[in-house]
């Protein structure tokens, strides 16, 4: 370390004494999260700021492209996880949602080519269907996905929502702040299947909402890998939220995609729930089941996501129906942002 505080001179005064013991407590860390030697020395000598490696800031985005174009996916990845502090397994309490979030930087967008870079990275080092091994490494990955959903929540809602607005009212605000012109083409989807995204419980006859309140929720995809689900009180759910811990958000919340649509959407994201979830999350979401994709005349219709009659289905609409209702108030609420915004 000392070699590394060589490249940068400092003045031999308080100040520069003071400078150069932040200097080294700062390398220190950034040793501990695993960054090569290699990569800490370009950054000393080229005079960066040190202060802020948080996921997201100047610092670490010099640092992981610095790190990127000399190591190999699968080595890089555990800098990132430990520079996050994941666990081996989250718990799902407040206090820690609020800590693994704070690992962002708080300007780091959803929309940001980082997080694309990221996918591909996760894409490059578990080939196959290897992310659903057995592994340390990709158990981590699996659960950072809660967090990122979180913190991509968490900036929509710091930077868009205003007092006494939901958060959908601060997600359509961020959503025409990003794409100005409704009618051109956009890189987001509303209406993508949020059937997996609308779980119950069903005891003893009765249907059981999780949190205990009726909810068709939806989903927002930017790039198919950013993810936001909805309620239909315009809250958003998470499994790790940084703002409040519930039911709802454990069992039917939004999750950060690796893999593009397509088979390796399931090989990185869907495939990887069961060994991978953590035990929190699985003793939450015991006994709550999505509805079922069987149409008419199917067997299990009775569980279906597109029967208006059946078990999930109520004023005689289907779960399916009902999140397209609450779709078409979401893209009202968008229209409503676009021609107040143009005038």
Sequence with gaps: MWKLLSERRYPFTQKGIVERYRAAKQLLLLKEQGWSDDTLAKIVKTKEDMSDCRIGSALFRKLWQLEKAR??????????????????????ELAENQALVAAFHPDLPPHDPFWWELSHTVDQAFPGQTMSQKDLLARQLHQLRYVISSQQAEYVRHHFRSVGETDGQALARYLRKLYPWWHLKKDYSIGTSARLHNKLKFESGEKRYPSGYQSFNIKILIHFHTEFILDSQGHFLNEMDAQKVEEIGIVNGASFNYGKAG???????????????????????????????????????????????????????????????????????????????ST
């Design 71 to 92: 190591t190999r996916p699968r080595q890089l990845l555990p800098v990132l996880v430990t520079s996050v502090g994941m666990p081996d397994d989250v718990r799902g």
């Design 263 to 341: 088979k390796r959407h399931w090989d990185l994201d869907v495939d990887t729930v069961s060994p991978h979830d953590p035990a929190f999350r699985n003793r939450v979401t015991k006994g709550f089941r999505a509805p079922n994709r069987s149409r008419k005349n199917d067997a299990d219709y009775e569980r279906s996501y597109f029967n208006p009659e059946g078990l999930y289905a109520e004023n005689a609409l289907s779960s399916h129906q009902q999140t397209k209702l609450v779709e078409r108030d979401f893209r009202r609420m968008l229209r409503k942002i676009a021609i107040f915004s």
